[in-house]
């Protein structure tokens, strides 16, 4: 039973194009987070969704527009990609009020902008 | 911007080796947490902190909460081969408990069976 599963695992695209990538999680949490790791490792919060409304959105570029249909997914797109989006994406999801903090990730998907 | 840093950066011991590696910040925060990154996964919480002062023990790892709220320290003892991987400390930026977290760079770790 996956608990956060985000599909692709793999994408390779050219500069330029439009692309999604998908998040769903089955452990009845209502909020749900995407990150990015660089190439050196550093994670880095970009959106965070509470019951399907947008909470968090960090400095990050319009052309990522994140869509939660309900609060099981969370879906990310990328319009126009860049060079500079060659990282890899997690989607992570908890329960707000947990006192334990637990955020649990999914696998995450490996983007690469050629 | 609130930054955490996370020494060392990497380490390559040998199995049975006990590790350390620290977190410390100019800032003063009200939890520490630690995270470990296995090669091609997600980070997965270890050790989660709440109090200054606190020593909490999971296994083989001991982590604590610095008395200032301004650090924390992971050890792990006896290291196997499975303890490779990438800890990330992190940290909760805000009082709310909406989950916004900020990770250290990550202390690589590789253990020589």
């Known amino acids: 039973d996956t608990a956060v599963s985000q599909t692709p695992k793999y994408l390779v695209t050219q500069m330029g194009n439009d692309k999604s990538i998908k998040c769903e999680q089955n452990?009845?949490?209502?909020?749900m987070y995407w990150y990015k790791q660089d190439s050196k490792k550093f994670l880095k919060i970009m959106f965070s969704?509470?019951?399907?409304?947008?909470?968090i959105n960090e400095t990050v570029p319009n052309r990522f527009s994140p869509k939660s249909p309900d609060k099981a997914h969370l879906n990310l797109h990328i319009n126009s990609l860049e060079l500079g989006d060659s990282a890899v994406y997690f989607c992570?999801?908890?329960?707000?009020?947990?006192?334990?903090?637990?955020?649990?990730f999914g696998p995450g998907t490996r983007l690469l902008v050629l | 911007g609130q930054q955490l840093n996370q020494s060392p950066q990497s380490m390559f011991i040998q199995e049975g080796e006990d590790v350390s590696m620290n977190c410390t910040s100019s800032s003063i925060f009200n939890t520490w947490l630690w995270y470990k990154q296995d090669p091609g996964e997600g980070p997965v919480l270890l050790i989660a902190l709440y109090k200054a002062g606190e020593l909490t023990s999971n296994g083989r790892l001991t982590a604590q909460f610095g008395i200032t709220r301004k650090d924390s320290f992971l050890n792990i003892s006896a290291s196997i081969p499975s303890d490779v991987g990438i800890y990330f400390c992190a940290t909760r930026r805000g009082s709310s408990n909406t989950g916004k977290l900020i990770f250290g760079q990550g202390t690589t770790l590789q253990v020589k069976p």
């Open positions: 452990l009845g949490h209502d909020t």
């Open positions: 992570a999801s908890n329960r707000q009020g947990d006192p334990q903090e637990t955020q649990y």
């Open positions: 969704y509470n019951n399907k409304e947008l909470i």
